[in-house]
């Protein structure tokens, strides 16, 4: 019994923080928006936990392996020098064998489920961890288009285990997840970017100002709600859900417009912030609209 | 000013709820542009709820506020008049409109006393018909009882809407911190009211 709680304490301390669970937790509903825009209601359920286990597992290892690969960035920025391993509390090789466990174990059952939806998890994750993470990230601030398209593939896996094929809404959903990426990542890298700036990271503010990133915003909004919308009614949503889906895409498109008219750091926040309630209830309306 | 509780996002998110299920539900039997209005008010009502939830009240110090208070009695006060009174669509939509310009315009250009009339003109205007068109309605036996609810809803947001225009406008009714103590049960008691009201229509 105290063993068992010394582990448990274990996790929660040295591993758990390493898999960024808003994140990872967000990436997987994507994925299972995906699945049930083809498949709802469930009627398989091991498909279903297959799914959902070899997602879960495989962000959560390209998460980690990021965290590894980051950690000594990390350790220069405010925000994440609490991360375990900048404090020390995991070592390097602990994170690093984490990841990797995670992301094999994540792949290897993708795989098993349907070779087509493991090659479009092993994309994500090497696009991931490999071009934006390793090779990009600190080079260009354009690394964010390989973030975002990672960011996408957990929807279009989805997608792709539910029909058995590409399709152009699955590709419309990834699109739409590409889009919302920048909404997410330069509001974010606006309101930390001295952190980034002290880090040595390339960001979109530091390379090309604080308007021309607001004007990316605001077209990514745009690109992201259009996306959105297209995928919607090519699942065959109702007009209800659709007038529903438009109104929270009007909600972030005033939020965008309005953080490159009367830029305030207030603003910009709460259009991050929204943009995460955004794609999360998005992507509840094509669970729901699907049906 | 008032920090927002947990209480508060609580009553904003069941809001925001019941604001998107109005959105996905309404339609049937109305025209286009009917719904479309109530879209409007019933959106405008949600993503507000949402910017609270997430910025706090903070985000009432934005000018833009004034005119989100006006454009959910004006776009709501427009469906029921295109519903139920439609030979009076156009004219009421032409004031609707040219009402909306004059209050964003004053918003920014004056702070006088034309910008305090036009807000109380417009405000008046659509809660009046938002409260009375229901009730008579009822009355008249045109629409089943329980739609006289849309009316209660109607007077709540009429007092919402006035108190939290006339507090952007510098003429508050209220004190900032009762008005902002209120204003979430406010908002969850007027929503309520409106959609078990048009579950009877």
Redesign the interface.
């Known amino acids: 019994m105290e063993k068992h709680k010394k582990l448990s304490k274990q996790f929660k301390t040295k591993y758990f923080p390493l898999i960024k669970s808003l994140q990872t937790g967000l990436l997987l509903i994507t994925g299972l928006a995906g699945y049930m825009s083809a498949r709802c209601p469930v009627h398989n359920i091991p498909v279903l936990l297959g799914l959902t286990g070899s997602l879960l597992f495989s962000i959560s290892g390209s998460t980690a392996l990021n965290m590894w690969y980051d950690r000594d960035i990390d350790a220069k920025m405010p925000r994440t020098s609490r991360r375990p391993l900048s404090t020390g509390e995991t070592t390097p090789r602990e994170a690093l064998i984490f990841g990797l466990l995670l992301s094999l174990i994540g792949t290897g059952w993708a795989f098993l489920l349907d070779p087509l939806f493991g090659v479009v998890i092993f994309a994500g994750l090497f696009f991931d961890v490999v071009v934006y993470t390793i090779w990009l990230k600190r080079r260009t601030a354009w690394s964010i288009v390989w973030g975002g398209i990672s960011g996408g593939m957990p929807v279009l896996a989805g997608r792709v285990l539910g029909i058995g094929r590409f399709d152009w809404i699955g590709i419309a959903l990834a699109l739409a997840v590409l889009f919302w990426i920048p909404t997410h990542i330069l509001t974010f890298s606006m309101r930390y970017h001295q952190d980034y700036q002290a880090a040595g990271i390339p960001t979109f503010p530091s390379t090309y100002g604080n308007q021309t990133t607001r004007v990316i915003i605001a077209s990514s909004s745009v690109l992201a709600a259009l996306s959105m919308g297209l995928a919607g009614y090519g699942v065959g949503m109702?007009?209800?859900?659709l007038?529903?889906l438009?109104?929270?895409s009007?909600?972030l498109l005033?939020?965008a417009v309005?953080s490159m008219t009367k830029p305030s750091e207030?603003i910009t926040f709460?259009l991050f912030?929204?943009a995460s309630?955004y794609m999360l209830s998005s992507m509840l309306l094509i669970f729901a609209g699907g049906v | 000013m008032k920090k927002i509780t947990i209480l508060d996002r609580v009553l904003l998110l069941a809001t925001g709820l019941l604001a998107a299920y109005q959105i996905v539900s309404e339609g049937e039997g109305l025209s286009s542009f009917t719904v479309g209005c109530y879209t409007v008010a019933f959106g405008t009502l949600l993503v507000a709820g949402l910017v609270l939830i997430i910025m706090g009240f903070e985000g009432l110090k934005n000018k833009a506020v004034v005119i989100v208070s006006t454009l959910i009695p004006l776009s709501l006060s427009l469906g029921l008049v295109s519903e139920n009174a439609s030979r009076f669509t156009w004219a009421y939509g032409i004031f609707a409109v040219v009402g909306l310009l004059l209050i964003s315009i004053t918003r920014y250009s004056s702070t006088g006393k034309f910008a305090t009339i036009i807000l109380a003109v417009v405000h008046g205007t659509a809660g009046l018909i938002i409260f009375l068109l229901p009730i008579l309605l009822s009355v008249q036996g045109l629409k089943p009882a329980g739609y006289s609810l849309v009316g209660v809803g109607g007077a709540l947001i009429g007092v919402g809407g006035l108190l939290l225009a006339f507090l952007r406008a510098g003429k508050p009714l209220l004190s900032e911190r009762t008005i902002l103590s209120i204003l979430p049960l406010l908002l969850l008691l007027m929503t309520s009211a409106f959609l078990i009201g048009f579950s009877f229509s």
């Open positions: 109702t007009w209800g859900y007038r529903l438009a109104v929270l009007a909600g005033v939020l309005s207030r709460g912030k929204y309630v």
